[in-house]
């Protein structure tokens, strides 16, 4: 197979090792850290709110999850970190994408219940947090998985409330140069539905890798199928399978960011380890970068993360891959926050 140079050369890169290229921006002002957080630029600042963490015990030991509203700010790379305010309610497990105007956040939830709201946040010129209402979603969502491009915003799957055991078979797009029409229902994947998975868009053809479908359990709690599927959608073919990963990578830092002709998914939990006990000594979630080639549709795996972090946005910043804290084990936080420079055309 032909290899395009630019490609060619950022697999050479990850062969030597993606680590090196890594570097430590200031850690989150929490000693936990968050996962499920929102995360995106506002006003050429880097931003992250709300989130969950366990403060106090693990969950097999007892501890209860937190969840969270404040909106922590990085204005340069050598920080500080500042409080702007907060989110309307403690919130996680939504999507959050950024735009010109601001970081607009969908959905989401907590404990008790998940929402239906979307608003666009940004910073005023005292630096606080400000918010704008924009149409609600059909229904409540959490763990969907969400990408934008140009004025235009596609949702996949998720679930409708804290205890559901079957995930939602959804597909919308909101158009914000087109408010009034609302969030519009389009064909859903024909693939299993899916929570955590991760999606792009690029020259109009949304990309959706992995996930997890959904069944009850024996105990009557939601048990995950673990999913390395592919799909592509364009309104002028639909969907179509592409080929399927060569591992699961559910919950990789989302939405996929193209660069060189690929899109980049960095870790993800392949479900290997979901029954590795003791789970205080858990190593973590896979470090490995998987690309697809946007070119030819070829999966390609190499090189090693210096982190393992899941249930966190992908942002680009300054040039840059963003990774902002995120779950590191199962129950287990991290307030690092990691960048590496895009790969050039």
Known sequence: MKLYPTWAAWLLCLGCGMAEEWQRLPSLPDAEGFAGSFAGIC???????????????????????????????????????????????????????????????????????????????????????????????????????????????????????????TAMATFWMLDLAALERGWQPLPPCPGPPRILAQMAVVNGAVYLFSGASLKPGPDGKAARTWLKDAWCHTFDRG????????????????????????????GGDDGLMVDFTPKEKHPGFPRRVLAYDLKTGDWREGGSLPFSLVTTPLVVWRGHWVVAGGEARPGKRSPEVWWQPLPKP
């Open 43 to 165: 006003d050429g600042a880097l931003v992250v709110a709300g989130g969950t963490n366990f403060p106090d015990k693990m969950p097999w030991e007892g501890g209860r999850k937190t969840w969270y509203d404040q909106v922590h700010v990085l204005r340069t790379p050598d920080g500080p970190w500042t409080v702007a305010g907060k989110l309307p309610v403690p919130n996680g497990y939504g999507v959050s994408l950024s735009t010109d105007s601001g970081l607009v956040i969908i959905g989401g939830g907590n404990a008790e219940r998940h929402y239906r709201e979307v608003f666009l946040l940004s910073l005023d010129a005292a630096g606080q947090v400000t918010t704008q209402a924009l149409p609600s979603l059909p229904e409540p969502c959490a763990f969907m998985s969400g990408a934008m491009e140009g004025t235009r915003i596609f949702l996949c799957g998720g679930i409708r409330h804290p205890e559901d055991t």
């Open 239 to 266: 969907w179509e399978r592409l080929a399927d990963a060569p591992h699961v990578t559910v919950a990789a830092p989302s939405p996929l960011v193209p660069a060189a002709d690929a899109l980049w998914i960095l």
